[in-house]
Structures are given as structure tokens and as C-alpha cells.
């Protein structure tokens, strides 16, 4: 008995060792090391995001400008969220490379009033710098234009950002993109339309399509409102998936677009472009992003 159950015990091992060694055959390809033991040869290492370059340059409108943050009508470049040295915005760059470092190794190529149709020459200028790093915040004129049917078509905002995009890349290869969303438009309405100095500064001609006739809560005025809004959405959709592509690009996961913002952060001159404080509350989002393990969704 004793023999017999030692010979059905060697024959169930003969046979489970065969049906292991098939299936491990089908697994890994014919007896290939395991995935984990030796990658498949198709398969790209993931590039390690570099949370500390050592160098920023800077693209977008007049946000990254600075514009109205100082001084009525005019650039303020010193307090630039991405740039900028003031201590009162500790800046992307300055929060990465320290003040001095900030001042000899960071480059804003944002022009105010541009579109993303202007990206393209922007990015072209910037990487003349060879950065380490491009920041990247516009759109928000491509939707406040003078009437809703006036804004960038979506299929043509998302063509100039890839080929903006597609031109840094054979430029310089390893240039990481931080990608900020475009603002939420229809709050900076909501929270400016009780002021009597912002309703006034709109009628100016501030982004029309959403700010004109600011306190109209009739279903012409509601509809616009929310033409631009979802325009601005579909904006902030391209730019996730354009840069989704690119593997040393990251996208803020639509931080900008959902910082509560209020008055604090809206220039006092014109109650649409950020306010120091507004600057720093975009540097505080960009560092995030930047120095994040992985990317924010």
C-alpha cells in the first residue's frame, strides 16, 4: 500500500509539473523570463518627471504677465506667478530655483491679449533658453471675445496646441510642460457682478462674451453665460489630452479652472486679471503640480 501511494503521489507531480510548465509557456512565450524578471521588448520605461529643474520659461497672455496686478494698464512681470520675483507671490520659478536663482534662470514670453493661435511663435522664442521646464497658461481670450459665435473654434485651439506643442518637442526633447487650465470665467462673474466698480469697468469692453450686460439674468443673457462656460470647459478638455500624449507634460487636472476664487484674488482696476494675492494663489497651484509624486487628476 505504501508503495502504491508513493508512486500515485510521483505520478500527480510528473503530471501537475506538465501542466505548469504549459501554462507558463503560454504565459511569458515559451519560456521567456516573467515580465516582472525582463520588460517586453515594445515596452518604454516611463520617464522620471524631474520635480527640480533647474530652469523656467514661460508662455501664455496676460495673465502670466501680470497685467493690472501693480498698476492700472499696464505688465507687471516682477509679480508673475511663473516668474515673477516679488516675495509677495513667490513665484514658480523662485519656489524652484530660489530669488537669485529665479532671476538668472527664468524667462516670461507671455504676451497680453494673446490666443493660443499665438502659442506656437511663443514657444518658439522660449526655447532659445534651452529650459528645463515651459509653463503654460492661455485660453482665456480664445473665450472672451466680443460675442460667444466670436471664440476660437475648439478643432482650431486644439490643432495650434498640438502643433505648439509638437515644435517644442523636436526642439528640445527632454523640456518638461507644466500645463495650467484655463480660468473659470463664469465664476469671475459671479463673484465681480455685485460690485458696482467691476459692473462698470466690464462695460468697458472686459470679456463682453461673458461679462457684458452683468447684471441680465434673463434666458438670452443665461444662454450666452453659458455658451462661454462650456467653450471653456472643452478648452480645458484639449489641454488634458493633448498633454496626456506628450509623457513630460503635466496638466494641472483642472486646479486652476476650480480654485474658488473671490475679490481678493481680482485686480482692483479691472475685477478680471488676478491680484498679487491672486499671483500667488497660482504659484501655490503650479508648485504643486510641478513637485507632485505623479501627475494630478
Given at each position: 500500500?505504501?508503495?502504491?501511494?508513493?508512486?500515485?503521489?510521483?505520478?500527480?507531480?510528473?503530471?501537475?509539473?506538465?501542466?505548469?510548465?504549459?501554462?507558463?509557456?503560454?504565459?511569458?512565450?515559451?519560456?521567456?523570463?516573467?515580465?516582472?524578471e525582463?520588460?517586453?521588448?515594445?515596452?518604454?520605461?516611463?520617464?522620471?518627471?524631474?520635480?527640480?529643474?533647474?530652469?523656467?520659461?514661460?508662455?501664455?497672455?496676460?495673465?502670466?504677465?501680470a497685467?493690472?496686478?501693480?498698476d492700472v494698464?499696464?505688465?507687471?512681470?516682477?509679480?508673475?506667478?511663473?516668474?515673477?520675483t516679488?516675495?509677495?507671490?513667490?513665484s514658480?520659478?523662485?519656489?524652484?530655483?530660489?530669488?537669485?536663482?529665479?532671476?538668472?534662470?527664468?524667462?516670461?514670453?507671455?504676451?497680453?491679449g494673446?490666443?493660443?493661435?499665438?502659442?506656437?511663435?511663443?514657444?518658439?522664442?522660449?526655447?532659445?533658453?534651452?529650459?528645463?521646464?515651459?509653463?503654460?497658461?492661455?485660453?482665456?481670450?480664445?473665450?472672451?471675445?466680443?460675442?460667444?459665435?466670436?471664440?476660437?473654434?475648439?478643432?482650431?485651439?486644439?490643432?495650434?496646441?498640438?502643433?505648439?506643442?509638437?515644435?517644442?518637442?523636436?526642439?528640445?526633447?527632454?523640456?518638461q510642460?507644466?500645463?495650467a487650465?484655463?480660468?473659470?470665467?463664469?465664476?469671475?462673474?459671479?463673484?465681480?457682478?455685485?460690485?458696482?466698480?467691476?459692473?462698470?469697468?466690464?462695460?468697458?469692453g472686459?470679456?463682453?462674451?461673458?461679462?457684458?450686460d452683468a447684471?441680465?439674468?434673463?434666458?438670452?443673457?443665461?444662454?450666452?453665460?453659458?455658451?462661454v462656460?462650456?467653450?471653456?470647459?472643452d478648452?480645458n478638455?484639449?489641454?488634458?489630452?493633448?498633454?496626456?500624449?506628450?509623457?513630460?507634460?503635466?496638466?494641472?487636472?483642472?486646479?486652476?479652472?476650480?480654485?474658488r476664487?473671490?475679490?481678493?484674488?481680482?485686480?482692483?482696476?479691472?475685477?478680471?486679471?488676478?491680484?498679487?494675492?491672486?499671483q500667488?494663489?497660482?504659484?501655490?497651484i503650479?508648485?504643486?503640480?510641478?513637485?507632485?509624486?505623479?501627475?494630478l487628476?
Amino acid at each position: 500500500m505504501r508503495t502504491r501511494s508513493h508512486r500515485a503521489r510521483g505520478v500527480l507531480a510528473v503530471v501537475a509539473a506538465a501542466v505548469l510548465g504549459v501554462a507558463g509557456c503560454d504565459a511569458v512565450g515559451g519560456g521567456s523570463a516573467a515580465p516582472s524578471e525582463r520588460p517586453a521588448p515594445s515596452a518604454k520605461p516611463t520617464p522620471r518627471w524631474d520635480r527640480s529643474p533647474s530652469s523656467v520659461a514661460a508662455v501664455g497672455d496676460s495673465i502670466t504677465r501680470a497685467f493690472d496686478a501693480c498698476d492700472v494698464l499696464s505688465d507687471c512681470p516682477e509679480a508673475s506667478w511663473a516668474t515673477g520675483t516679488s516675495p509677495e507671490v513667490d513665484s514658480l520659478a523662485v519656489r524652484l530655483l530660489g530669488r537669485s536663482g529665479a532671476a538668472r534662470r527664468s524667462w516670461n514670453h507671455a504676451v497680453t491679449g494673446a490666443r493660443m493661435a499665438d502659442l506656437p511663435g511663443q514657444l518658439a522664442r522660449a526655447v532659445r533658453h534651452e529650459p528645463q521646464l515651459v509653463t503654460v497658461l492661455i485660453g482665456a481670450n480664445d473665450a472672451c471675445r466680443a460675442t460667444p459665435s466670436a471664440m476660437t473654434p475648439v478643432s482650431a485651439f486644439r490643432a495650434d496646441f498640438e502643433d505648439a506643442l509638437r515644435s517644442l518637442r523636436k526642439a528640445l526633447p527632454r523640456t518638461q510642460v507644466f500645463v495650467a487650465s484655463v480660468p473659470d470665467l463664469k465664476r469671475l462673474w459671479s463673484a465681480g457682478r455685485s460690485s458696482a466698480m467691476a459692473r462698470q469697468v466690464w462695460q468697458l469692453g472686459v470679456c463682453p462674451s461673458m461679462l457684458g450686460d452683468a447684471q441680465a439674468l434673463d434666458a438670452s443673457a443665461t444662454q450666452r453665460r453659458d455658451r462661454v462656460q462650456q467653450r471653456v470647459e472643452d478648452y480645458n478638455k484639449v489641454l488634458e489630452e493633448v498633454c496626456a500624449r506628450d509623457e513630460r507634460c503635466r496638466f494641472d487636472g483642472g486646479a486652476v479652472y476650480d480654485y474658488r476664487f473671490g475679490t481678493a484674488q481680482l485686480s482692483r482696476w479691472d475685477y478680471f486679471h488676478p491680484s498679487v494675492n491672486g499671483q500667488a494663489r497660482l504659484a501655490e497651484i503650479a508648485y504643486r503640480t510641478v513637485t507632485a509624486d505623479k501627475p494630478l487628476t
